[in-house]
């Protein structure tokens, strides 16, 4: 992303969770709207170094725990990458998991996908983004990455 698609990601935020580095510089942030039926997870960027450490997972879980404990059970967010659904996906499954074992309510995951066409006007990513699950990958084939195609993604959990 270029540091204007950064800062228009970064500064319409109501919630802003922000990772900081030992010398308390801002090595990426994620952020959230609450809406009126649902839970905005707009945006999150990590520097290069800080990705494949689980740190987007953490951020993401930070995030929905937080709307969870005063706003709805649907989140939406929009992407090109399927790592960022199957990383959303892990994080509410384990929260419904949680809940199963508690014996409280949340007991299901359901997401569905709506094709954004040329929504970002461009690729975000330098090459084409895949998760290790071969089913979701296959979902994010249809997207047509250089006019800038995404899916708009919904999560309900009940």
């Excluded at 801002?26 to 997870?41: I, M, S, V």
Aim: contains cysteine; hydrophobic residues 30%.
């Amino acid at each position: 992303m270029t540091p204007q698609e950064v800062l228009d990601h970064l500064l319409p935020n109501e919630v802003l969770f922000v990772l900081l580095d030992e010398q308390r510089r801002g090595r990426g942030f994620a952020g959230l709207e609450r809406r009126t039926y649902y839970t905005d997870l707009t945006g999150a960027v990590l520097g290069k170094e800080e990705q494949r450490r689980g740190l987007y997972r953490a951020l993401t879980r930070e995030r929905i725990e937080y709307s969870l404990a005063f706003a709805g059970h649907t989140f939406k967010t929009r992407t090109q990458n399927p790592r960022v659904e199957a990383g959303i996906c892990s994080v509410l499954e384990e929260i419904t998991e949680e809940n199963r074992r508690g014996h409280r309510p949340l007991q299901s995951l359901m997401v569905t996908r709506e094709s954004k066409p040329g929504l970002y006007g461009r690729m975000l990513t330098a090459k084409r983004p895949l998760s290790s699950n071969e089913k979701l990958n296959a979902h994010y084939e249809q997207l047509c990455y250089e006019r800038g195609d995404a899916f708009e993604l919904t999560f309900s959990l009940k």
